[in-house]
């Protein structure tokens, strides 16, 4: 029955902001005006179907929007094909479909192809052109040469996969079959026998060495023994060297008599010292008494000296006579400022015309006169006196500060006098004297003398008892050393490396026993299936061979050709009868791209407008109905648009509603869908789509 659309859908589609059709009729017709949209509709049932279009798939997004879905239906060999396409600007698209032969939904695009062009039997690509033709395509069968045939052909039909498919055949000789060979290397069964009896000798050869070598392992002495004697003399050795350390480190001078009468007079020092603590105790604090005093005395006699020199300066300062003479100077110069006050008021009095009397001015002018020089004479000594009076009140105040800090120096002197006075009477200076101390003195020093020769004495004893204890060690580890029993220790390292020697050499014995049991059991195995190995191999000498020759077969230059020259030979008789079923008049060649009318043959390039669609239709239905018999669809964009006269026009129309075309069609399951802006086709379609974009 093959593929039979039943309704589309489209949102942000070119025009087509939301359009949903019913396209579930034998002959379904999409009308409207140029520029409308009917091709962008076609186009957006050939993207359904394929999930491809002939331009850039976002160039179909409505203007403003961002993407564009078209969803479809339809019945394949009665059962439903569902499928939804969404392509967003950028380039990224989404799909959604449910294909018949399939549980789960398909939402790879890779996926969803494979799958219907599996159904189908063709590959989607082979579409364009052929069922879904576009106005510009409508009269693609018609050529002036036959290179443009051949390359048309080529491209319906697909035949450029040919050389992908020749590649990948000689991939498959060259690079998949030749090394698996190559991989296979057949040995026959007499060298493998001849091998295996090699590997036998050597086996039986090698067993015998390990035999003999264990064999010299028993006999090459006791390890244990061995081992044990080497570790009593590898401790022996090393007790004789930590002695030989301990014996350098000895004195050589130690003497025990020394040590002896060393000890005894320690006894008779520290008995002397015992018997005279008390004696001592007393000598003792006698000395320091004595001390005690001494430095009493030094005190007092310092101070003393000290409060005379105190006194000296005070007495060098004479505070009393500056005082004085500072005193006398304020008196000298009260004086003068008094006798200066007398001629002033006088001459304020002449100058305010106090006195009327002429001779009495005079006299005190004269007077005023005398009075003034002896003023300014008056003046002149006053500030002598004051500046020697400021020198001297300035010295006074330095000497009387200097008189006070001496003063205090004197009453903390004489405060230290008072207290070392009274600690040297607490002291009783005359309770003991000079000789008694004297005596006390000599004793002290002959008790701290014998104190110090007992410390050296012990310090001594100490020195003599390490090196008696560094004796006894020695002596310790000597008997250590004596109960380690001698062995012979080049004996035991013999035995030991003889008994090493051995085991290396079973080692290695047993390693090439492996080895060659190995390469046995591997050559029993080759000699078993040297057989199928050798037909494995033949196998696939023979699949080399014959991929080759299909590498000759599929030349780009004969298959190809040969192929077109078939398919279209298997479709020439059917295109001839859609022409007589259109009562053209005339017969094609397809293959020479010519035209015979009664006897008459010439290029088909010469065909009339009308004649041209009829044969591109008759091309059209007959590769739906021989090569692509599962499509069922048939879609014609504008095939008015060569039409250039009325009249063929109306044979179209005429053509596409005839009974027996009508008739093949149903019968060969093709569902015919046709754009045109011609009203006059209007009557051939059993269901209208008016589009107004």
Known sequence: MGLRLKTLRCLNWCQHRELVVDLDADTVGIIGAVGSGKSNLLEAVYFGVTHM????????????????????????????????????????????????????????????????????????????????????????????????????????????????????????????????????????????????????????????????????????????????????????????????????????????????????????????????????????????????????????????????????????????????????????????????????????????????????????????????????????????LEDSLRQKAKALKEVSSKSAKLEGTKESLESRLDTARSKLSKLKPGRASEEKVQKAREFKGRYEERREKLGTVEEEIEKFAAEKERIDKISAKQKIIDEIPAVDAKKAQATISEHQRLNATISRIEGGLESAEKELERLQSDLVQSSPMEEKRTRLIELRKYFEGLYDLLHRERLPKALRTCRLASIQATINAYLGMFNSGFLVDVNRLTAQKDAHRFPMSRLSGGQSIMTSLAFRFALVERVMPNVGVAAFDEPTTWLGRNKEVLALRDLLSDATLRERLVASGVQLLVSTHDEKLVPVFDQLIRVEG
């Open 53 to 384: 279009t002939r331009d850039v798939m976002e160039e179909n997004i409505s203007w403003g929007e961002d993407e564009a879905t078209v969803e479809l239906t339809a019945d394949l060999d009665g059962e439903q094909l569902f499928v939804q396409h969404t392509i967003e600007r950028g380039g990224s698209s989404a799909l959604e479909a449910k294909v018949p032969g399939t549980r789960r939904k398909i939402t790879k695009v890779s996926t969803y192809k494979s799958k219907l062009e599996a159904a189908l039997g063709f590959p989607l690509g082979m579409m364009d052109g052929s069922i879904f033709v576009h106005q510009n395509a409508m009269k693609a069968v018609i050529f002036d040469t036959q290179s443009e045939s051949s390359k048309y052909l080529d491209r319906l039909f697909r035949l450029d996969e040919f050389e992908k498919q020749r590649k990948h055949v000689f991939a498959l000789a060259s690079k998949v079959l030749q090394p698996k060979i190559d991989e296979i290397s057949v040995r026959d069964a007499d060298s493998i026998q001849a091998r295996i009896d090699e590997v036998s000798v050597f086996i039986s050869d090698k067993k015998e060495e390990l035999k003999a070598a264990k064999e010299s392992l028993d006999s090459a002495g006791d390890l244990d023994q061995a081992n044990e004697d080497m570790a009593s003399h590898r401790s022996r050795q090393r007790h004789l060297e930590e002695l030989d350390r301990m014996k350098a480190s000895v004195k050589a001078s130690f003497d025990p008599d020394q040590l002896a009468k060393l000890e005894a007079d320690r006894k008779k020092t520290n008995s002397w010292l015992v018997e005279n603590k008390g004696k001592y105790d007393t000598a003792r604090k006698i000395d320091e008494w004595k001390t005690k005093v001494d430095e009493a005395n030094e005190l007092v006699a310092e101070v003393e000296e000290t409060l005379e020199e105190v006194d000296g300066e005070l007495k060098k300062l004479d505070l009393k006579s500056l005082q004085e003479e500072v005193e006398s100077l304020e008196a000298r110069v009260a004086e003068l400022v008094e006798g200066m006050t007398w001629p002033l008021i006088l001459h304020t009095a002449v100058q305010d015309g106090e006195s009327v009397c002429p001779t009495c001015t005079q006299e005190l002018s004269d007077k005023l006169i005398k009075s003034v020089q002896a003023e300014v004479e008056a003046a002149d000594e006053c500030e002598k």
